[in-house]
Each structure stands twice: as C-alpha cells, then as structure tokens.
C-alpha cells in the first residue's frame, strides 16, 4: 500500500510538471505568433512570472527549457535570460551559465548582479585570474560591499597573491561592525603576515584580536610560536605562563607545560626546565616516562649526573632494558667516566637486539672505547688507552678516530714515526673527509718533529686543497714559510689565517714578526691588538717592549 501511495504521488506530479510545460510553451509558442501590441507585452509578463515562480521552487531544469524556448524565439529578453543563467548556475552548468551572462553583459555590461554571477561560475569552474577581474570591478563600483570584498580577498590568496589578500582583508576588517568577525578576520590577517614574513604587522594583528578575546587560547598559542620564530625566548615564556592563568583544558595545559620545558631547555635554564616538567608530569594525560626521561636529561645538562642515571636506571627497570632508554643511559655512564657500567649496559642490549640494532651498539661500544681511551690518555695512562683504543677495533676496526687517537699517544711519547703512521691510516678510514683537518695537522705536526719541512708542507697543502679556508692551516704554513726565510708566502699565509679567522692570535702575533724586518709600525700595531685579545700574551707583551724599546735606542 505504502509504495502504491508513493507511485501516485509520482505520477501526479510528473503530471502536473507536464502541464506547466505544455501551459508555458503554449504562451511561448502564443507570443512568437501574434503581433506586437499588448498581447505580446502580456506574454511576457506570464513568462517573467513564471520562470520567477520555478525558480523560486528550485525547479532549474524547467527554467532552463522553458527559457531558452522563449529566448529562441525573442532573444533580446534580458529579463528572462537573466533567470536562465542563474538557472545554469544553481544545476551546476557553469559553462552555458558563463555564456549566458556574457550574452546579458553584451546588453547590460553594468550589471552588478550579471558580473557577480559571472563571477561565482568562474570561482566554480577554478579560473580564479577572471573571477578576480569580475569581482574588482564590483568593488570599484560599491566599496563598502563587505560580500565582494571577502570574496576578492579569499580569491587573492587563493591565487597566492598574499599582499593584495592582506590589502582587502584590512579593509574587509574596517568595514566589520561585529567584534566577532573583526577577530576572525585579524585571525586571517596575522597569519597572512607570518606567511609574508611581515612579523610585525602580524603581532598587530594577533594583539587586534586578542584585544576582543584575551583569552583565546588558540590565537595566544600561534602569538607564543611567533615569538619563538623570531627568537623572543622570553616573552613566548611570559605568554605561556599567562595562558596558564586561565587556561583549564588538560590537552592545552599539557601544550604550554612542554612548550615552557623547551624554551627553558632552549634559553640553559635547566632548572627552571626541570621544575615546568615536574609540573608537566602532574596534568592530565601526560606521558610520565616520557617525561622523566626528559627530566633525566635535564639534570645531566645541568651537571647532576647522578640525579639524571638514578631516573634512567629507574626507568630502564621499568622498560626491562628498552633499547633506547639503555642507551641513554649508557651515554650518562660515559659522561660520568664509568665506563665499565657503560660497557655492562651495551653487553646487555646486544644479548637481545636484532641484527640492525646490534650494529648500532657495536658502534656505540666502539666509540665508548674510544672515549675510554682518551680519558686514560689524559690521566697519564698510556698503556691502558693503547689497550682501549685496541679493543675499539673489535668492535669497528675501520674507525678513522681509532687510529687518530693512537697517533696522539705515540706523539705523546715523542714516537713520531708511529704518529705518522697511525695518521695516515685515519686519512684512509676518513672516506668522508669529516676530520681531515685535525688528521691533517697532526701529520704536519709529527713531520715537523722529525724535521721533514718538505712533508709537513705537503701536509698542510693537502688540507688547504680541500677546505681554502682553513685558517690554522694557513697559520702552520705561514709558520713554516717563515722559518725558511720566504717572508712574502708567510705574510700571504698570515694574512689568510687571519682573513678566515679575526680572532686567530696567533697568526697576528707571527705576521706581527714578519713585519718586524720590513714594516715595524704595523708589527707594533698588531702587537697591540694581541694584547688587547689577551693581556697575558707574554710573548707579544716582550716583543713590543723590544720593538720600542730598540726605536728610543
């Protein structure tokens, strides 16, 4: 029964569709074939009334063949063209509605309504450069239209036009009477700017907005991530802590708490870092481990080691060994100097790692090995860092820092030989020539120790070929060109070492003795300079009294 009923009510109004067809095309076919007097100008009254009547009802198909029927036949009606463009438009037909309105525009090039329309289709079919033109000559006519102008603004930076959307968004702004829309609209307006990169104009902005909501908490978060753009540490903090006056949802808390952590981690106030993250611990939903482990860190950077390996050990626990937070706390170990503590966590992780997760650890060892053995270096225990720096080849054997730190203990012992030996083959390891420049130096300087000049200079040439602004290279060589009575290459090299590096006092003070023969008021002026870089510079302090001292004689 419900279906049949369904099926009449069809039927009955494809009836009634069918008769206003047949009514309107007989008007239609009525006005085409009788003459011009007040029959036609009745005609056109009952077609203007109704396609107005369809329209209104959302009947858009029947528009459009009632009133290109009508316009076959009397094409210079506007009125009805008009209805059948905005027909076109409302069935989404952009394309015959673009041509119709470009047939009124032709009649009627004023029309606001026709450019309007004629600009919305040319928004819906994405050709956005000629909605634009549509839309400014609106504006140009009616200034105050806040419709066009937000259309034209959108349109601007939709088209990556981002001054002119500034331009109209303030504008738009002006025109705004609600407080609500002005800060929706200074909203867009500063993030347009950040975009620019017109920093200032979009703090304007923000603060406009925050004039009428000072407790929007979505617009205090982008000020704070605009304050930390440009680098002001210390007022994103004070904006953070003001949000937290009135801030209460625990997924913003837990926002500006990290946010606070970070600019305090950011700025070295580990203190005040750790005491925020204690806090951060205590809001809703936050990650506790996650945090501790923060806070671990924070103590390690503050010097409290034993406080930061006491959370990580704590944590490990908790973990059962987790691989990352056991790495973590192996490097605490090594900050520490507990090394074996350090190896025992890695012999752990290895037991159980994956194959790839085991050669990261292998590397890890290897480098703890490494650091082991410079710390036995510098406690004057030669015999034990040799015997760390082997066990690191174990792990690594092709490590270029290996081999780099058992030459500095045979140049220790004064065993050059061995140094250059051991350099070179760091050289070979370094395949990506990331510590070619202290390799470098100290081959130079285990062959000046046994008086190859011609080596040490091949030394220091190879480290200039790949990096021409190595001011210590340039140093050493001018150094040794001076030693051998070429006082032209020395002051180039000098000059150089100093044009790379102002703050080198050493190559001011050997230029500044290479001057001495040939140019003594520079030498003494750069004397001065030494002295005043470091007071305590007894040799450039005993050099200028000599210099003085021998131009009073």
């Not at 041509?99 to 919305?120: A, F, M, V, Y």
């Not at 504008?171 to 609500?180: A, C, G």
């Not at 930390?228 to 006056?245: D, P, V």
Request: aromatic residues 12%.
């Amino acid at each position: 029964m419900f279906i049949s009923t369904n099926i009449l009510i069809i039927v009955i109004a494809f009836a009634v569709a069918v008769i206003a067809i047949y009514i309107l095309y007989s008007i239609i076919l009525f006005q085409g074939t009788s003459g011009k007097g007040d029959e036609l100008q009745l005609s056109t009254k009952n077609i203007l009334d109704q396609v107005d009547v369809l329209f209104e009802k959302g009947e858009y198909p029947l528009v459009e063949l009632l009133g290109t029927k009508y316009l076959d036949r009397v094409p210079e009606h506007t009125d009805v063209r008009v209805y059948v463009a905005k027909a076109y438009y409302e069935d989404k037909k952009y394309n015959l509605a673009i041509k119709q309105c470009q047939t009124i525009l032709e009649r009627r090039p004023t029309s606001i309504e026709t450019h309007e329309l004629l600009g919305n289709c040319y928004i819906k079919k994405q050709l956005l450069s000629k909605a634009i033109k549509e839309f400014e000559y609106i504006y140009e006519k009616d200034k105050a239209d806040k419709k066009v102008v937000r259309t034209l603004a959108e349109l601007y930076r939709d088209t990556d036009q981002i001054f002119m959307s500034i331009s109209a968004y303030n504008v738009l702004s002006e025109l705004l009477t609600s407080d609500e829309d002005i800060a929706d609209v200074q909203l867009i307006i500063a993030e347009l700017n950040v975009e620019a990169h017109d920093y200032p104009a979009a703090f304007e902005a923000y603060k406009t907005r925050l004039g009428i909501y000072p407790k929007d908490v979505n617009t205090n978060k982008k000020l704070t991530e605009l304050y930390i753009k440009i680098g002001n540490y210390q007022i994103a903090i004070e904006t953070l802590l003001y949000m937290l006056s009135f801030v209460t949802e625990p997924k913003d808390l837990l926002w500006i708490y990290d946010m606070i952590v970070d600019l305090y981690e950011t700025t070295e106030n580990y203190e005040s870092a750790i005491a925020y993250a204690e806090k951060l611990i205590e809001v809703q939903g936050s990650d506790t481990f996650k945090v501790r482990d923060r806070i671990a860190s924070l103590n390690i950077k503050l010097g409290k080691l034993n406080d930061g390996i006491l959370i990580l050990e704590d944590l490990a626990m908790m973990s059962q060994n987790g691989f990352d937070i056991t790495v973590e706390l192996a490097e605490a170990y090594i900050k520490a100097k507990e090394y074996q503590k350090a190896l025992d966590r890695y012999t752990l992780l290895l037991d159980k790692s994956t194959p790839r997760e085991a050669k990261q650890v292998n590397v890890l060892i290897c480098n703890m090995y490494i650091d082991w053995a410079v710390y036995m270096r510098e406690e004057n225990k030669l015999e034990a860092s040799f015997e760390y720096l082997k066990n690191a080849t174990q792990y690594n054997p092709i490590e270029p820092e290996i081999f780099y730190n058992i030459a500095l203990n045979n140049y220790t012992k004064n065993n050059f030989t061995s140094t250059i030996e051991s350099v070179n083959k760091a050289l070979e390891f370094d395949k990506m020539h990331e510590n070619y420049s202290k390799y470098y130096l100290l081959l130079a300087d285990a062959h000046h120790k046994l008086g190859n000049f011609f080596e040490e200079k091949k030394a220091l040439s190879d480290l200039l070929n790949l990096d021409d602004k190595n001011a210590q290279g340039y140093l050493r060589l001018g150094i040794l060109y001076a030693s051998q009575h070429d006082v032209k290459n020395s002051e180039e090299a000098l000059k150089n070492a100093i044009k790379y590096d102002p703050d080198l006092i050493d190559a001011k003070y050997n230029l500044a003795l290479v001057y001495e023969n040939n140019n003594r008021d520079r030498a003494k002026e750069l004397y001065m300079e030494v002295l005043e870089q470091d007071p305590t510079y007894e040799e450039a302090k005993n050099a200028l009294v000599e210099l003085t001292s021998s131009e009073g004689f």
